[in-house]
């Protein structure tokens, strides 16, 4: 049994990420408003901008987590296949980290300073 994680386009702009083992039939229920718990019910229309298939339940769910935890910029730049992109982006991200790390460090060493 195949496994999908799905991006679709709301008609706000905004995306949802999900996965499902039966992407036709979750396709109907965001595209029907069927769910009305769901975040895409009071989004419609939704498109479908990006499908991937896996061959277990646990690969799609970590798969949904780590895209859900990106920015939009780097789930763009992965819908449009660019690779390079999602890197510089993750490197940035990492990069700003650090950063706020150091200066975390900074202020906490200022304080121990003082007292």
Same mark, same amino acid.
């Given at each position: 049994?195949?496994?999908? #994680?799905?991006?679709?386009?709301? &008609? ?24 009305? !718990? ?7 229309? #939704?498109?479908?901008?990006? $499908?991937? #298939?896996?061959? !277990? ?13 990106? &920015? ?21 991200? $990492? ?10 460090? &900074? ?7 003082? #007292?």
């Amino acid at each position: 049994m195949d496994f999908y #994680v799905y991006i679709l386009r709301c &008609s706000d702009k905004s995306y949802y990420t999900g996965h499902t083992d039966n992407l036709e039939k979750r396709l109907a229920e965001h595209h029907s408003g069927a769910i009305a !718990t769901c975040y895409t019910h009071k989004r419609l229309p #939704v498109q479908l901008v990006y $499908c991937e #298939v896996f061959h !277990t339940r646990l690969e799609a769910l970590a798969a949904e987590q780590q895209i859900k935890s990106w &920015s939009r910029a780097k789930k763009e730049a992965m819908m449009r296949g660019d690779w390079e992109e999602v890197s510089r982006l993750a490197k940035s991200k $990492c990069a700003l980290r650090q950063a706020q790390g150091e200066r975390k460090n &900074s202020t906490q060493e200022n304080v121990e300073e003082k #007292v």
